[in-house]
């Protein structure tokens, strides 16, 4: 058996974290994309006006904090859940998990800058997933706020 090309492999990656991305609107209204480098994906909420709670200071509206972490998450855990179907080389429809809860920490005010966030899934069983999630402006090490979410599997995976 002959291995898949590169271009094949990344082409195929890159459509199915597409279709995951494109089933929720929402995602595409905040302007959230995601930077996927094999299968480590990094949230990127690039800094627009409307995001702004407090133009006084300005800071980022803690909704949209609490949106962004909670879209990094539900994405992270979709696509860990694809990501075998994905290698074998099929293109699976998007299973997002629901919400359950969301605990989020706000460390520091957000500043009128791009956001990154990056969630590791910490359980993931057939009915429910426990992901925490950083995020984080100009230094990684330096997180403005961090979340932990419980989250409903879909179809029992």
């Known amino acids: 058996m002959t291995p898949e090309p590169v271009q094949v492999v990344k082409q195929r990656r890159d459509t199915a974290l597409a279709a995951l991305v494109a089933g929720v609107p929402y995602i595409g209204f905040l302007g959230i994309r995601f930077d996927r480098r094999g299968d480590e994906l990094t949230a990127v909420l690039p800094y627009q006006d ?10 980022l509206h803690g909704g949209v904090t609490a949106a962004f972490l909670e879209v990094a998450s539900i994405v992270e855990l979709a696509w860990q859940i694809q990501w075998k179907d994905v290698e074998a080389g099929g293109l699976p429809l998007p299973a997002l998990p629901k919400t359950i809860g969301i605990t989020v920490d706000y460390l520091r005010s957000g500043l009128p800058r791009d956001a990154y966030a990056r969630a590791r899934v910490n359980r993931s069983g057939r009915r429910y997933a ?13 997180l403005f706020a961090q979340a932990t979410g419980h989250f409903l599997m879909p179809d029992g995976r």
């Open 130 to 142: 426990s992901v925490h999630v950083e995020a984080w402006q100009d230094n990684r090490s330096r």
């Open 50 to 59: 409307m995001l702004i709670g407090n133009p006084m200071l300005p800071a």
